[in-house]
């Protein structure tokens, strides 16, 4: 896969040589961000045909938004996971059709263990977990825990502020343990 | 430790395989894809404007002001070039003569008295 040739420069400033045609800089920030956003869809989302579409409907429209990107209004990132948290959440209640707080039943994972794909069956019983929670505690669980992001940096993607954040996590982190409870064993987890 | 450090615990060691899930990674193809996409649409780069070669003469014209400078310039010349030949007879071929041969004196005392400077004086 190619690399990012453009080590140093922020995103902001790649944008702004993306506006002015430069396509060193559209392939800098395309490998770059594609990563991202995508990871993010998938874990909202739990599909990867639907995290597809939605990164790539995240992406056009940076590239459209960049002749008219305002510098140091936000940053790039936090623009694009607003943008992929919204189309997530669009895409959840047209697909669910049901309370984003309902809880389905735990996925029938037997078929994981038996091909001995532990490793699988627990990112797949994590995601049915994360599945469970209502959209805003699952994206902050994401980027909190899974994509390793401080507190303030999410509060500015949610447009909330820093004790919401913590409240959501820890919300969400609760969730997850009943969801995940009766699990332990089956994901090969022990308590000694 | 309790029961909900055992939890967390848990649930770390699956956030941490979930950062390294091979599903959350992109596929070379959608990379292509978003790759392509990204230049198809990206705006044009802006062409450099080209500088017109320009003569020397043309140079020369334009540091003169253009037509209004040439003009004035051309106008200015005959006019001198018209003073030069119409006061050619009333030149003094004395006046010439004295100041090649250097006899400033001569000079100075034909100046009338009313316009002499008190040299003496200075």
Known sequence: MPRDTFHDASDDALLILYANGDTEAARALTLRLTPKVFGHAYRMLGDRAEAEDVSQEALIRLWKQAKVWRQGEAKVTTWLYRVVANLCTDRLRKTKGVALDAVPEPEDNALSAAEGMQHKARVDALQDALNTLPDRQKQAVILRHIEGMTNPEIAEIMEIGIEAVESLTARGKRGLAKALAGRKDELGYSDD | ?122
Not at chain 2, 34 to 40: D, I, P, S, T
Not at chain 2, 100 to 108: A, M, R, V
């Open chain 2, 1 to 122: 430790m309790t029961d909900k450090d055992k939890m967390d615990g848990f649930l770390e060691d699956l956030f941490a395989e979930a950062q390294t899930d091979a599903d959350a990674q992109v596929s070379d193809d959608f990379m292509a894809r978003m790759l392509a996409e990204a230049e198809a649409y990206q705006p044009a780069a802006l062409e450099p404007v080209a500088t017109p070669q320009r003569s020397l003469s043309r140079a020369l014209f334009d540091t003169l002001g253009g037509w209004q400078g040439a003009s004035g310039l051309v106008a200015a010349t005959m006019a001198s070039v018209w003073v030069g030949f119409a006061g050619a007879e009333s030149l003094s071929i004395d006046g010439l003569q004295a100041v090649l041969s250097g006899d400033f004196e001569f000079y100075l005392l034909d100046v009338g008295t009313e316009f002499s400077f008190e040299l003496e004086e200075g």
